[in-house]
């Protein structure tokens, strides 16, 4: 069995956590959250990056600025929304649950 498509749906789940958290310590431009998430062993690209903080503006929990950038067009950095600071908190519980929940069930084993 291949677990490569289980693995990808498993970071899918966590991803929009993953930048929520990331984002509320600091805004954050794109490419930083790119390089954070690989330090995290997450690889993600652009194309998977831009609809997920879309949706999260859409939602309201993440806004964003405009800066001038020396070297190229303007950068958008975004930051957590006090809606999106709340949710993170709702997400923190849960991960904090599910984890336990988890560790619980496979050190059974």
């Known amino acids: ?3 490569e498509n289980t693995k990808a ?7 929009e956590f993953c930048i929520l958290s990331l984002i509320h310590h600091r805004e954050m431009y794109v490419s930083d959250l790119i390089d ?3 330090k995290g062993k997450l690889d993600v ?4 990056l ?3 903080l879309t949706r999260l503006k859409n939602a309201e929990f993440l806004s964003y600025r405009w800066e001038e950038s020396t070297g190229g067009p303007p950068r958008k950095y975004y930051q957590t929304t006090e809606k999106g600071s709340l949710f ?3 997400l ?5 649950e599910l ?6 069930i496979t050190n059974h084993q």
């Open 1 to 3: 069995m291949n677990t």
């Open 9 to 15: 749906q498993m970071r899918k789940g966590i991803l």
């Open 36 to 38: 954070e998430l690989k």
């Open 45 to 48: 690209v652009e194309g998977t």
């Open 50 to 52: 831009y609809p997920l």
């Open 88 to 90: 993170l908190k709702e």
């Open 92 to 96: 923190q519980t849960t991960w904090k």
């Open 99 to 104: 984890t336990e929940s988890v560790n619980q």
